[in-house]
C-alpha cells in the first residue's frame, strides 16, 4: 500500500484513537457518572465481545451484540423513568473498555479484531453519542420531541445516520486498502446493512426503549433475539462456506485427473473476482462470478485426449465452444445455481454476447493460460499485450484494461501454482 493509499487509513485510526484518549481521559478525570448504568451496557458489550467465537473471517459484524449494546448506550436518555446524564465522552470511554476486556481472549488465541474494525466500531459509536447525548442532555429533546412515538422516530433516524457513517468509513478503509473504486464498495456495504446490520439497528432502538421504560432489567431479555439472529447467521456462513468447499474440490477435478495445471482454477478465480470488483459488480454477483471461475474447466473431463496444459485459449473457437458448453452441462448436473452453468457455458462465445463475468472469465483464462505458457521474466507484459491485441474479436477491451490495472496494482505477479 502506497504511502497516498494509506493516507485515509492513517487518518481514520488517527481519529478513532485520538478520541479514545480524549474519552479516557475526561471519564478518569471527572469519574462516571450513575456508575450502575455503565457496569451493566459494558458488561453487555463484553459479552457480545466474548459471542465472537467461532465467527469467520469476512464477516460484516462479528460481534453484534456488542455492536447493539454500544449503539443503545449512545442513544440511552432515560433509565426507568429518569433522565440519564452521560455524556458522549463516556460513551466512548465505557464502549472502549468493554471492548477492549472481551477482546482479550480473543487477541490471546491470535484472533482479536483488527486495527480497522476497532476504528469503524469507536467513529461509530461515537458518532450517535455525538448526534445523542448534547441534544438530550440539553433538554432539547424533552422540550421539542418527549418520550412518546417522535422520540422513537429520532431515535431510529439517527441509527440510519449511524449506519450510513459506518458503511462510509468501511469502504473507505476498503478503498484504500485495495485501491478497488469507493463506489461498489460503498454499495456493497449498503446492502450489507440489510443483513445482520438491519438486527443491530432495530436491537439497538429496542434497548435504548426498554432501558428507558423498565430499567436495566430489560437488557438480558432484549438481547435473546439478536443471539438467536446471529446463531443463524452463524449457520448460514457455514452453509456457505461447505457449499463453496464443495465446489473448489469439483473444480480441482480437472488437476487431479491431469487436465490442466495445479492452481490454474484458482488463479483464474481470484484474478476474475478482483477484475469483477474493479469492474463494480455486486458482493452477490462477484459470489457467482467466482463459483463460474472455478468450474470454468469441468468440460475438459469429457475430452478423450487433454488439451496440452490445459491451455484452452489457444484451441480453435468451436472446439472452445464445445468445451464450455459441456462443461456447462456438468454444472447443471451438480446443483449449482443456473447463473453459474450459464456462465461456463457462454465463456467461448463472442465476447460482444456474453455477460460481462463470461467476459471476465475468458480474457482471465487467457491470461493465466498465455503467462504460464510464456517463458521469461516478461511473460505476464506477453500475455497482456496479447490480450490487447485481441480486443478487436476475442477479449472486450474495458475488461483487458481492468485487468491490466489489477495487474499493475499487484506488481504484474501471479498466485503461484498449487
Not at 127 to 148: S, T
Request: net charge positive; with cysteine; aromatic share 6%.
Amino acid at each position: 500500500m502506497t504511502v497516498r493509499a494509506a493516507a485515509p487509513v492513517l487518518v481514520t485510526h488517527a481519529l478513532a484513537w485520538a478520541l479514545t484518549a480524549w474519552a479516557l481521559v475526561a471519564t478518569l478525570r471527572g469519574g462516571l457518572t450513575e456508575p450502575r448504568t455503565a457496569a451493566a451496557f459494558g458488561a453487555l458489550i463484553v459479552v457480545g465481545e466474548l459471542a465472537r467465537w467461532g465467527a469467520r473471517d469476512g464477516e460484516r459484524d462479528p460481534a453484534p451484540l456488542a455492536s447493539a449494546g454500544a449503539l443503545a448506550y449512545a442513544l440511552l436518555g432515560q433509565s426507568a423513568g429518569h433522565a440519564t446524564r452521560h455524556g458522549a465522552l463516556q460513551v466512548i470511554a465505557v464502549v472502549v473498555a468493554a471492548m477492549l476486556l472481551g477482546s482479550v481472549p480473543h487477541v490471546a488465541a491470535g484472533r482479536g479484531p483488527s486495527p480497522d474494525e476497532t476504528a469503524r466500531r469507536v467513529l461509530t459509536v461515537a458518532f450517535a453519542a455525538v448526534c445523542f447525548q448534547p441534544l438530550h442532555n440539553a433538554g432539547l429533546l424533552d422540550d421539542r420531541v418527549g418520550y412518546g412515538p417522535w422520540f422513537a422516530l429520532v431515535l431510529l433516524l439517527l441509527l440510519v445516520l449511524t449506519a450510513l457513517c459506518d458503511a462510509v468509513v468501511a469502504a473507505l478503509l476498503l478503498c484504500a486498502r485495495t485501491r478497488y473504486p469507493f463506489g461498489p464498495l460503498l454499495r456493497d456495504e449498503l446492502r450489507g446493512l440489510l443483513g445482520i446490520g438491519s438486527a443491530v439497528c432495530a436491537t439497538g432502538t429496542v434497548i435504548a426503549l426498554a432501558v428507558a421504560v423498565a430499567g436495566l432489567w430489560a437488557l438480558p431479555v432484549f438481547c435473546v433475539p439478536l443471539l438467536l439472529t446471529q446463531l443463524a447467521f452463524r449457520r448460514y456462513a457455514a452453509v456457505r462456506t461447505t457449499y463453496r468447499q464443495t465446489i473448489t474440490s469439483l473444480a480441482r477435478a480437472t488437476e487431479i485427473a491431469g487436465y490442466t495445471k495445479p492452481g490454474h482454477a484458482r488463479r483464474v478465480a481470484e484474478l476474475s473476482r478482483a477484475v469483477g470488483r474493479e469492474l463494480g459488480l455486486s458482493e452477490s454477483e462477484l459470489t457467482v462470478l467466482e463459483h463460474a471461475a472455478l468450474m470454468h474447466d469441468i468440460g475438459q473431463l469429457s475430452l478423450l485426449d487433454p488439451v496440452p496444459a490445459g491451455a484452452t485459449a489457444a484451441l480453435p473457437a468451436a472446439e472452445q465452444r464445445r468445451i464450455a458448453l459441456l462443461g456447462g452441462a456438468v454444472v447443471r448436473q451438480t446443483g449449482v445455481p443456473a447463473d453459474v452453468a450459464l456462465i461456463v457455458e457462454r465463456q467461448a462465445d463472442p465476447y460482444r454476447e456474453q455477460p460481462l463475468a463470461a467476459r471476465i472469465i475468458r480474457a482471465v483464462n487467457a491470461y493465466d493460460d498465455l503467462a504460464e505458457g510464456t517463458a521469461g521474466p516478461g511473460s505476464p507484459l506477453n500475455a497482456l499485450e496479447q490480450l490487447r491485441l485481441g480486443t478487436g474479436r476475442d477479449y472486450h477491451p474495458h475488461v483487458v484494461e481492468s485487468l491490466a490495472r489489477v495487474l499493475a496494482r499487484g506488481c504484474l505477479t501471479r498466485v503461484p501454482p498449487g
